[in-house]
């Protein structure tokens, strides 16, 4: 951590205290700085102030901490763009969040730095400094709460964006607060608005809301597409484009339509859906890259044709599917987590699918709780897969696989605040408490007085602090 000058001192008195310290002239403490005398010497007798790279000469030369005087520069600074744009961008570098919710909260009352405060968050964004970005972002929205500009909807889809992570209870509140302003955004911007919103909500199992989205998603995109191929010449008033072409959102909101009237049990539905992402003939896009997209849900028609006759009851299709779907890396877990749901509506056999990717479950289960995610399966995802596997040996009458698999989703639903599978995974050992393997109720036990333990802390400090 950098060490930083007391908040109260002035940098200039600090720096003439050295000079004397050192006996030293301003001339050639100047010289050994790299800094103009007559710049140095206005600076000390008050009449100019100093650019933050002139102050992170001084302290270079002065032989302290890079930053050290940051603090005590957020507080003689006045309101000047010049010097604390590159400042905020500096204090970025360096880590100095709260010299940056300093300044900006300075400078965020006066509207017409708002521009030039979400330029500085965007760049941060693109160079990949979220946290520095998004104390920003928060700040320019909260200035912006009363406009109807578009420039609060984009800060709101940053905020959104950066603020998502392995949390499901944060990530539905992220949600919620963002709907309100995706409409805001230019159309363009929408698709991926709403396919990060679908996304999220999928995710969370929140599957009316995300059929509301994903329906949005194909409505704008087929009219954006309608009207780009019969436009002659392109408009020149508003040249921002979505991340991908506009028919893979289209065959995107039918990819997710489908995956969500699986969740629901409607599997004549989710095999339209189906067709109609396997069915192109009306893309006009035949380049290199449109042909690649094309593919990749061709691909996924094919295995989801697999999936959706296997979840509506077709046992025969399972060698097919596991073959196909054994050919995609990272995509078995995924697989599974449908397999496992299957079998134990429809009293399936599955013993030797589960034995052969039982290293797999192993695997992300160890880089799942060592804090390694992978992302190519949702968190909440693996955590159902665990308690349905446990269930599926329950119902096999082999309580010791069962439970192991449970007391595993149990853990790693905490570790991700996925509630609603902790009281699963408890019902379900309760059920078969009286079956359970002494050492498995120990480690049940253990948990939950573990979890005990720390809503007791959490109960005293929001005591102290009430």
Known sequence: MIPLAPTDISISTELVKYIEKENLSISSFANRAGIN?????????????????????????????????????????????????????????????????????????????????????????????????????????????????????????????CSLNSDQENNLNCTIQFEAYVQRLPEAVQLDALEDLTNTLHSLQKWDKAKHYAREM?????????????????????????????????????????????????????????????????????????????????????????????MNGNFQVIDEYIEYISSIDNAILKALFKIVHAANIYSWNIDKYLEQYEKNITKYYKECIDGKFNKNMLDDQFSTLLLDIGIYYINQRKFRYGSKFILDSLSFSYKINNTDNIVKCCSAIEHIRHEIDPLDLLRYSQFMKEVYDQNEKKADCNHLYS
């Open 37 to 161: 005398s007559g710049t140095l010497s206005r600076f000390i007798n008050g009449q100019q102030p100093l650019s933050v790279s002139g102050l992170d000469l001084l302290t270079e030369a002065m032989n302290l901490e890079e930053g050290y005087f940051y603090t005590a520069y957020a507080n003689e600074s006045s309101l000047n763009w010049r010097r604390l744009g590159p400042f905020i961008m500096r204090c970025a570098e360096l880590g100095k969040l709260e010299c940056i919710t300093q300044i900006v909260d300075m400078m965020v009352d006066v509207q017409a730095y708002a521009p030039q405060l979400f330029d500085s968050a965007e760049v941060l964004y693109h160079k990949g400094n979220l946290a520095a970005a998004l104390i920003i972002y928060k700040k320019v929205a909260e200035g912006e709460k009363y406009q109807n500009s578009e420039r609060l909807g984009w800060c709101q889809y940053r905020i959104f964006t």
């Open 218 to 310: 194909g409505r704008i995109s087929r009219f954006l597409y309608t009207v780009h191929n019969h436009r002659k010449t392109k408009s020149k008033k508003n040249n921002i484009s979505p991340k991908k072409s506009l028919f893979g959102y289209i065959l995107y909101s039918d990819l997710i339509l489908g995956s969500i009237a699986a969740e629901k049990s409607n599997f004549n539905e989710a095999l339209f859906y189906v067709s109609c992402y396997e069915n192109q003939s009306w893309i006009v896009e035949s380049d290199e890259v449109s042909e690649n997209i094309k593919n990749k849900f061709k691909r996924w028609a094919k295995g989801n044709r697999y999936l959706y006759q296997l």
